[in-house]
């Protein structure tokens, strides 16, 4: 019979090295919290000089890379922080695993394997890994200078829908397939003198096992170049992108497998338990699934940090022009769903800055006090290059005359230079939720929902939580901690170091069926649809959403 059951004094620890901060949550036997830290990457590694996170390259069009040394250092510290705590004995941390930005790319130098398997525990990481890159700049998901090789790509395969057959996604710039064909093209030296490019989450695995961890499934699918339903390499992909490519990037794993044990340099150093397994580490999004128990298709998380992005689950891979399908991080029997959006936190705060005194409290006062639906008055916020839809830097404002909420019959659309600071406030916010929901919609995710369970650091944020419930006509749920891919992560360590020891998958509710409430993982109610003609509405509102927005792809879509 299996146990299915923790050790009593076992802990497990989960990192995020998301966009803006590398975040750690350790985790009891009992999935409590016992603690966490965060680097904020701008403020407390400032030598880098990076602004949220980013480079942004005026000299290239879309250019958004990070220095792959930076994330070096923030592991080294936060782990220091973390042993200064005294609030846990590192020997104790059964498993470790990782959550990492999608699709940002690591491209390490020939000869850094030796690098990876020599560490010196006496001596931080960031002085051993300064000869260790190719190119000592990651590209990252915000990147969109790579749309000539998007389409380069997916005609080689035979359009774009067949790449979305195949890999899952049709072409995206921020994928690291583009990525990849760019740097090949553009410094093929740099391309030349890689031995193995690693996505974020398995750069993460790599230094703490000490060699090449393997790429996962989930975060693979992300590069437009893995064969979704056989789980391997596409050969057809591959050639479209570079030569030599798969020697590149090693081989694929299931994302609960064992990537291996912990290094000697982190045994030495932080006191680790040699026999601390490292399980694969996986995206941040797909951490964030796991995280937040998402394992009935119906429930729908919206996650709202730098990006903002919708998934669920589903039985079935059904190819889209948008969007994205991901095999499911915890379950390898079904499939992840999940829209993206470049323009999330960063955009709100400009918004907040520019019209509500750079205060959030200012900022939902003027919500509040703006009638649902606007008046009408449609806005388009875009701070950096959209992904859905397609769309450039620029800022849209649209009137719609005789608009009355119920039908769209005689409503015309005006476009206009400003509104009022709160009029601009609800036009961002009804906007990026109108814009998610219609193209949730649009990719065949459930409409209504059961239920949105909400994450990130705008989750925290009540007024815009009730917008969510009244646009997308669902109640709206939170859990206890905004950060669920960190979260996610320590979650999927206990779940790896579970199947290992039963030699097998087993399913990850087994950590807590029936319990869920008692632990980290539970979920409260905070925003309840409180008016069903006001939710039909919004229905109708979205349909005009779409349609203008059709008309800005069709006139300055990419």
């Avoid at 998402?294 to 429930?299: A, E, F, R, V």
């Avoid at 709202?304 to 991901?326: A, K």
């Avoid at 360590?493 to 509710?509: E, K, T």
């Avoid at 950590?511 to 925003?527: C, H, I, M, P």
């Amino acid at each position: 019979m299996e146990d299915l059951g923790l050790p009593k004094d076992a802990l497990f620890l989960g990192f995020d090295s998301s966009t803006q901060s590398l975040k750690a949550t350790v985790l009891d036997s009992n999935l409590c919290i016992l603690t966490s830290e965060i680097v904020n990457f701008d403020s407390e590694l400032p030598h880098y000089k990076t602004k949220d996170g980013v480079y942004r390259d005026s000299s290239i069009n879309g250019r958004i890379v990070s220095p792959t040394l930076m994330w070096v250092e923030a592991l080294d510290l936060v782990l220091q922080r973390l042993q200064d705590s005294k609030k846990f004995d590192f020997n104790k941390l059964a498993a470790v695993s990782g959550s990492g930005q999608q699709h940002g790319s690591v491209y390490w130098k020939k000869g850094s394997s030796n690098i990876l398997s020599s560490l010196d525990p006496r001596k931080p990481l960031v002085d051993q890994f300064g000869q260790a890159f190719s190119t000592r700049e990651s590209p990252i998901w915000m990147d969109s200078s790579t749309t000539e090789q998007c389409r380069a790509i997916e005609n080689a395969v035979g359009g774009p829908l067949e790449l979305s057959k195949l890999t899952g996604s049709r072409a995206y710039e921020r994928f690291t397939g583009p990525q990849i064909r760019r740097i090949f093209e553009t410094q093929p030296e740099v391309y030349n003198d890689t031995e193995r490019i690693s996505l974020v989450s398995s750069f993460v695995a790599s230094v703490l096992i000490g060699k090449y961890a393997c790429i996962d499934h989930t975060d693979g699918s992300g590069m437009n170049l893995m064969d979704i339903k056989e789980r391997v390499w596409s050969k057809q992909a591959l050639k479209a992108t570079a030569p030599d490519l798969e020697e590149k990037l090693g081989t694929l794993a299931p994302a609960h497998a064992v990537a291996g044990l912990i290094a000697p340099y982190f045994v030495q150093r932080y006191q680790f338990n040699k026999e601390c397994l490292v399980i694969q580490c996986s995206g941040d999004n797909p951490n964030s699934l796991a995280g937040l128990t998402i394992n009935t298709p119906g429930d729908l998380a919206i996650s709202l940090g730098t990006s903002d992005t919708v998934f669920g689950i589903t039985m079935e891979h059904n190819p889209s022009l948008e969007g994205h399908v991901l095999p499911n991080p915890v379950d390898p029997e079904s499939y992840m769903v999940m829209l993206c959006y470049k323009n999330g936190s960063l955009t709100r705060e400009d918004i907040r800055d520019r019209c509500a005194d750079k205060s959030w409290d200012v900022f939902n006062q003027y919500l509040k006090q703006t009638p649902a639906l606007n008046g009408g008055k449609l806005g388009f916020y875009y701070k950096d290059h959209e992904i859905l839809p397609p769309l450039p830097i620029g800022y849209h404002r649209y009137t719609l005359e005789n608009y009355k909420g119920d039908t769209l019959d005689g409503v015309t659309e005006h476009e206009v230079k400003e509104f009022d600071p709160p009029s601009e406030i609800r036009a961002l916010i009804e906007g990026q939720f109108l814009s998610m929901r219609g193209h949730a919609e649009r990719f065949g995710m459930p409409s209504p929902p059961k239920r949105i369970i909400a994450t990130g650091g705008a989750s925290a944020n009540h007024s815009i939580l009730t917008s969510i419930a009244s646009i997308f006509g669902c109640n709206v749920y939170t859990v206890q901690r905004p950060d669920s891919a960190s979260l996610g992560a320590a979650l999927r360590a206990a779940h790896g170091w579970l199947c290992n020891r039963n030699g097998g998958f087993v399913p990850i509710s087994c950590l807590y069926k029936d319990r869920l409430e008692n632990t980290a993982f539970g979920s409260k109610l905070v925003a309840k649809v409180e008016d069903d003609k006001l939710v039909a509405k919004y229905g109708v509102l979205v349909k005009k959403r779409m349609e203008i927005e059709n008309q800005l792809v069709q006139k300055l879509g990419r």
